[in-house]
């Protein structure tokens, strides 16, 4: 199993995944779906609408924005339950690839019992994100791939 991260940019382009896999897209609240390019293996994909901003830190913006939650941490636990055993990866994307989808990202493959260091040294995953994902995978219990 392989977990990837991309930009926007890059997932809209196409990306060179072989086997099956899946997308998470994650956008900003209020912007266009991404427009995922329908390739051979791309199995199915989870768009979600969140800012990776915690809400801690977010009522100093002045600005609305919408937080990620407890309900679309969910939604990718039920997502990865579902494909985790027909397909080969998972590709997370978001705008710039350096926040959300690294947290994202980094979360899955700890749920699937895989090391997520590489997440945390190439990227800036957003530690709320990983943090209320984490949670939600630890509450569903997602079994790892390889059944440890």
């Avoid at 998470?24 to 995922?36: C, Q």
């Avoid at 945390?120 to 569903?140: E, G, I, M, N």
């Amino acid at each position: 199993m392989k977990v990837h991260v991309f930009t926007r940019k890059q997932i809209e382009a196409g990306i060179p995944i072989k086997p099956a896999y899946v997308v998470i897209s994650i956008r900003n609240a209020g912007e266009p779906l991404a427009k995922v390019k329908k390739q051979p293996g791309l199995q199915d994909v989870l768009y979600l609408a969140f800012s990776g901003i915690d809400p801690a830190h977010g009522a100093r913006l002045g600005r609305k924005i919408k937080y990620f939650t407890p309900a679309q941490a969910n939604k990718i636990c039920a997502f990865v339950q579902r494909h985790k055993a027909d397909v080969g990866a998972f590709v997370v994307h978001c705008e710039k690839g350096t926040a959300r989808s690294p947290a994202v990202a980094a979360a899955v493959s700890e749920a699937l019992g895989m090391s997520a260091k590489r997440f945390w040294k190439t990227h800036a995953p957003s530690q709320y994100v990983f943090k209320v994902l984490s949670d939600a995978f630890q509450r569903k219990a997602v079994a790892p791939q390889n059944g440890e």
